[in-house]
């Protein structure tokens, strides 16, 4: 059974659309674009901020950095809380480590407000470690993430697995030659994370708890 198992935290352990969108809202604002269709704003949850800026909004780099500034301004002091938990993640995470499992956050969110989600959401306490990004802007490619985990871990890989809701954090896996889960509650499509060519694909919580319970070679998709 895997032995150390990564979950990414937007989208995979809690739903963070409101929070995330308000701060892209704001930031925008402050750069003189008006958003307000906060449902246009979801493919900001999962990517780097930088990036997701750039993309979707044409962004210099020098624009999306003062952009990521001000997104941090509405998101430390009330976007953080404008969050969900997902029902049943509790109990999964309980769950799992009552039967010894390592539990990692693997997440392109800065470390430091990671941890706080975490820690409102009385979860801290299931996690060995929290594992994201750096407020300097580096550590935030979930590749480098997860290859940095396995590393300071000293991680078996084939013992190992990722959770995650976003194309991202599977192909930060299969990089890295771990297994992956593709939640489908999240914020990816089905398409997107199908595409990704996860080791299983799963919709539901309960879903995710009987693949957690499977040998490593009972893989499905």
């Given amino acids: 059974m895997y032995a150390t198992i990564l979950f990414d935290l937007d989208g995979t352990l809690t739903d963070p659309k409101q929070g995330i969108t308000k701060s892209v809202q704001y930031a925008l604002?402050?750069?003189?674009?008006?958003?307000?269709?906060?449902?246009?704003?979801?493919a900001f949850i999962g990517p780097p901020l930088m990036d997701s800026f750039m993309e979707e909004y044409a962004l210099t780099e020098v624009e999306a950095k003062q952009a990521?500034?001000?997104?941090?301004?509405?998101?430390?002091?009330?976007?953080?809380?404008e969050n969900e938990l997902y029902a049943g993640i509790p109990q999964l995470l309980?769950?799992?480590?009552?039967?010894?499992?390592?539990?990692?956050?693997?997440?392109?969110?800065?470390?430091?407000?990671?941890?706080?989600?975490?820690?409102?959401?009385?979860?801290?306490?299931?996690?060995?470690?929290?594992?994201?990004?750096?407020?300097?802007?580096t550590l935030v490619d979930k590749t480098e993430?997860?290859?940095?985990?396995?590393?300071?871990?000293?991680?078996?890989?084939?013992?190992?697995?990722?959770?995650?809701?976003?194309?991202?954090?599977?192909?930060?896996?299969?990089?890295?030659?771990?297994?992956?889960i593709a939640v489908g509650y999240g914020y990816g499509s089905e398409e997107e994370l199908l595409n990704s060519n996860p080791t299983h694909y799963i919709k539901t919580i309960q879903e995710l708890e009987n693949i957690l319970s499977l040998r490593n070679n009972n893989h499905s998709k």
């Avoid at 990521?68 to 809380?81: H, L, P, Q, T």
């Fill in 29 to 42: 604002k402050k750069l003189n674009i008006i958003e307000e269709d906060l449902d246009k704003l979801e």
């Fill in 68 to 81: 990521v500034a001000y997104y941090r301004e509405y998101f430390k002091e009330k976007g953080i809380y």
């Fill in 94 to 137: 309980e769950s799992l480590c009552n039967q010894g499992r390592q539990l990692i956050v693997a997440t392109s969110k800065p470390t430091v407000f990671a941890e706080i989600i975490l820690k409102y959401f009385q979860i801290d306490k299931y996690f060995t470690w929290v594992c994201g990004s750096n407020l300097d802007g």
């Fill in 145 to 180: 993430i997860i290859q940095y985990i396995l590393e300071q871990k000293n991680c078996q890989k084939e013992a190992t697995i990722m959770i995650g809701d976003r194309k991202f954090d599977l192909i930060g896996a299969h990089n890295n030659r771990i297994a992956s």
